[in-house]
């Protein structure tokens, strides 16, 4: 566990082998939850929101990515 988030994101995206479709989808969807758990870190970073407003911004997250 010695990468951090961002080295992983760039592991994934810059991988220069041929993947097959099922790794590919695989790779967007490891992307996808590493970009969603990075939007939520920074949530919950944010000191000046209320509670319910950090539970309106991550339950955005999962949804659907925005924040």
Request: charged fraction near 35%.
């Amino acid at each position: 566990m010695g990468m951090t988030i961002d080295e992983a994101i760039r592991y994934y995206e810059d991988k220069n082998v041929v993947l097959t479709e099922e790794e590919a989808l695989a790779n967007t969807i490891v992307i996808n939850i590493m970009h969603k758990y990075q939007k939520i870190a920074q949530i919950l970073d944010d000191c000046d929101l209320e509670a319910w407003e950090v539970l309106e911004r991550i339950r955005k997250v999962v949804e659907d990515g925005t924040n």
